[in-house]
């Protein structure tokens, strides 16, 4: 379904409500005043700490405190914030200028927060209170086991871990990676996709079974980094070498894999996208003071024709691009996921790039600086870079785009044009 099939009756207004703007200011004032000051003392925690050690530096827990006290926590939940997509979009925005710490001391980071989607979705009441009650409080954090080395994980079709029945218990074998969040101490539980049923029909093979880490058979390898850079959490490697769990840890009902990944994904591919909107800001905002400090050629970087085009076309581009993904929020809110589809492939087909581009061209005006460590620049771009692949590479959400711009019935005017 394209948009030109969504409903628009009314129109679409993206102004923040009251109740928005309340939490906009407050969350701001938070950022402003606690989690921008305590980003040096997080680095130099990380640093001191070395690659291989994932612990959380002390001071993301005396935020989350904060956060809680302050009433900021776990905003992108309706049911728990009371806060549609669209109102949370400028928040998840002001998160991602801080984007190492600020998502989780709210409570508000992937991957706990699409497990959290699910787990209010589909988990029954017994499964609520083992995993969403202290992902909910921020006492443990979780991870997703979904993509695989072996095979093109764009097309879940393709994923050969198995999980079979036997007795009483499923039997797990595969190999995942990418697992963000795994290699935290405090990761308690992760939700594992494989096929349970080779023989059904494509998209009825998979199905999810929550699996906690400290499952006999469950060996977390390695973190791999990305762009040379260990995140926190971790991105793992994990094998599953027959991994029994109990069927009671079977989420939803068999075969129903798909449809989690696809209610899952959706929410949480647009929290992407609006918290790199945030870092592009942060990146046009160092971009916008540098040139004005630095002088070349007898001027102003500022007063340089090329670089008053690249600060003009990053704004031009983040603008678009937060409305692209207002207005997919905007649909999700008001028809669903399912309509809002295609709407949220544009938006995680645009978002990281843009973000990307708007870095580089901040890197590039700071120079050598760009490329550092002195800068947050290089870190940024990293991640950005990871997320053009992540949730569906770009490829996968342009096909989908294409496809239903190519198959979607024609307007009168069109077909007038076309003569069809």
């Given at each position: ?13 993206f102004a923040?409500?009251a ?6 200011q ?22 001191d ?9 002390p ?18 939940l ?7 997509n ?7 925005e ?10 989780e001391?709210v ?7 699409g ?18 009650e ?8 979780s ?27 499923y ?15 405090r990761?308690?539980?992760?939700i ?7 023989d ?7 199905s999810?079974i929550?699996?906690?880490?400290d ?9 791999l980094?990305?762009?040379g ?11 599953f ?28 591919r ?10 592009a800001?942060?990146?046009?905002t ?8 630095r002088v ?12 008053r ?7 031009n ?13 905007w ?6 996921n ?44 990293a ?25 979607r ?5 069109a ?5 069809a």
């Amino acid at each position: 379904m394209s948009d030109r099939h969504v409903s628009y009756r009314g129109g679409m207004d993206f102004a923040m409500s009251a109740k928005a703007l309340d939490y906009h200011q407050r969350l701001t004032d938070f950022m402003v005043e606690h989690v921008v000051p305590a980003e040096a003392e997080y680095h130099r925690y990380r640093e001191d700490a070395g690659p291989k050690d994932h612990t959380v530096p002390p001071i993301v827990e005396d935020l989350k405190k904060l956060a809680k006290e302050r009433g900021l926590w776990n905003l992108f939940l309706p049911s728990e914030s009371g806060l549609s997509n669209l109102e949370y979009a400028p928040l998840a925005e002001l998160t991602g200028w801080s984007m190492e710490i600020a998502p989780e001391v709210v409570n508000c980071a992937a991957p706990d927060t699409g497990n959290m989607e699910t787990l209010h979705l589909f988990a029954n009441d017994e499964q609520r209170k083992q995993w969403l009650e202290p992902l909910l409080n921020g006492d443990i954090r979780s991870a997703f086991a979904m993509t695989e080395p072996a095979v093109a994980s764009s097309d879940a079709r393709n994923i050969e871990t198995t999980m079979l029945r036997d007795g009483s218990d499923y039997v797990i074998n595969g190999r995942k990676w990418w697992i963000t969040g795994a290699a935290d101490p405090r990761c308690k539980l992760l939700i594992v996709m494989g096929r349970t049923n080779p023989d059904a029909a494509s998209h009825q093979q998979q199905s999810m079974i929550l699996v906690p880490v400290d499952t006999p058979g469950v060996d977390i390898q390695r973190s791999l980094p990305v762009f040379g850079w260990q995140d926190q959490h971790g991105h793992c490697e994990i094998v599953f070498d027959n991994v029994r769990v109990p069927v009671e840890n079977l989420l939803h009902e068999e075969g129903s894999g798909f449809a989690i990944a696809q209610a899952r994904l959706g929410p949480g591919r647009i929290h992407h996208c609006m918290r790199a909107l945030g870092a592009a800001e942060r990146a046009l905002t160092l971009m916008v003071d540098r040139v004005q400090k630095r002088v070349a050629f007898g001027k102003p970087l500022a007063e340089q024709g090329v670089v008053r085009e690249a600060i003009a076309k990053s704004r031009n581009e983040i603008d678009q691009a937060r409305l692209l993904c207002h207005k997919a929020a905007w649909t999700i809110d008001q028809q669903g996921n399912k309509a809002a589809h295609v709407l949220v492939s544009q938006i995680k087909a645009v978002a990281p790039q843009v973000a990307c581009d708007v870095i580089d061209r901040a890197i590039q005006v700071h120079g050598g600086a760009g490329v550092s460590d002195d800068f947050p620049l290089a870190r940024l771009y990293a991640w950005h870079r990871a997320m053009r692949l992540f949730d569906g590479p770009d490829e996968v959400h342009m096909r989908t785009i294409a496809r239903a711009e190519i198959g979607r019935e024609k307007s009168p005017l069109a077909a007038a044009v076309t003569g069809a």
